[in-house]
């Protein structure tokens, strides 16, 4: 490093690209067997807490950590629908002419979303060139 030198991006620092990380999966084993040594500790303070605990706000979290411990954290489900419930509608755009196409890119943008998207060696419909 040279003289007066801190920080940043320096050659040759940190991992190189394709070694493997030292926090291998017998690393990541045994810190969880480590863990799992102390399970009944564990539950048995967040029983604690969620009878006694001082505040509310730390019984409310131990009790959620044991319930999500014991049934799993519950699913967040997202259902997107369109007006009043109804499917989103769609529109297939294949078999639109050019003219078309030019008129809605007008009116909303590019559709694939970049400079060059109408270029002939553009097959994949994504604004690149394909391999």
Known sequence: ??????????????????????????????????????????????????????????????????LDRAYGKAKQSHEHSGPGGAPISTVDLTNVSADDLDRLEALFGPLAGGPGDDDESDQSGEGEASS
Do not use: C
Request: charged share 30%; aromatic share 0%; glycine share 10%.
């Open 1 to 66: 490093m040279k003289a007066g030198q801190r920080g940043g991006k320096r050659e040759g620092a940190g991992r190189p690209q394709g070694a493997a990380s030292r926090a291998t999966k017998a690393h990541k084993a045994t810190l969880s067997d480590l863990a799992r040594e102390h399970t009944s500790v564990a539950l048995k303070a967040l029983v604690d807490i969620a009878k006694k605990g001082e505040s509310e706000s730390a019984r409310v979290a131990a009790a959620n950590a044991l």
